[in-house]
């Protein structure tokens, strides 16, 4: 069963700062892994979408890095803003099976 | 409309009650899902439509939960005799079945049972 841990649970910076946001899964064999943002109350919107086959994608200040073989993702977010400040959520999903597999997120502050 | 939506944004019923939760997904989307999530959880799968039919209910926890979507689009989610743990934050995707199948979500239905 595949299972998805994100690291750190929280987070809190000071506005400007460059920062990293860990996620690792335990079944190597995905199809795809997407970052996404939730603010209290709300839904999830999607940040990133790194298909297997991609190391890393760019979105503005976000970099999304993947190494499928040691189960590992990172989310590079540069130069902070308070307006970042939201839950960070990856999930994966298997190539067998459509669902999506997500970790607990990782709530992130930027302090001005 | 422009993204997927969700009905009611909140619902409270009493333990015992039936409810249903509305879905209606981006036009075009053939795939739909649901999840729910818990406070300060990530979201858990329950169940995936492909077209009209469920090609994956191994996520619904028992058998008061039961969705539909009978034309291809829109989807309901009901629960029978609701149970004060079954308050959640349901949320439903979809997504184009072909390329990146990247999943758009809505905005939640929080269900609070009483």
């Known amino acids: 069963k595949q299972e998805v841990t994100q690291i750190p649970a929280a987070l809190s910076v000071p506005e400007g700062e460059n920062l990293v946001l860990n996620c690792s899964f335990t079944d190597s064999a995905i199809y795809n892994l997407q970052w996404f943002r939730q603010d209290p109350g709300k839904g999830l919107t999607s940040l990133l979408l790194i298909q297997s086959s991609q190391r890393e994608q760019t979105s503005g200040r976000l970099n999304a890095s993947l190494d499928k073989s040691s189960g590992r993702s990172t989310l590079y977010i540069a130069a902070s803003q308070p307006g970042d400040s939201a839950t960070y959520l990856c999930?994966?999903?298997?190539?067998?099976?459509?669902?999506?597999?997500f970790g607990e997120g990782t709530q992130l502050t930027v302090n001005p | 409309g422009a993204g997927v939506s969700q009905t009611p944004s909140n619902k409270v019923t009493e333990k015992g009650k039936y409810v249903e939760l509305r879905c209606d997904p981006i036009s075009g989307h053939t795939a739909l899902y649901w999840y729910r999530q818990s406070l300060g959880q990530g979201p858990e799968f329950l169940i995936y439509?492909?077209?009209?039919?469920?090609?994956?209910d191994s996520g619904l926890p028992n058998d008061r939960f039961f969705a539909v979507r009978p034309e291809g689009s829109v989807s309901t989610l009901k629960i029978q005799r609701t149970e004060r743990g079954d308050s959640a934050v349901y949320l439903c995707?979809?997504?184009?079945?072909?390329?990146?199948?990247?999943?758009?979500f809505g905005p939640g239905t929080r269900l609070t049972v009483t």
């Open positions: 995707a979809s997504s184009s079945y072909r390329g990146s199948y990247e999943q758009y």
């Open positions: 439509f492909q077209g009209t039919g469920a090609a994956d």
């Open positions: 999930a994966v999903k298997e190539t067998s099976g459509s669902r999506l597999t």
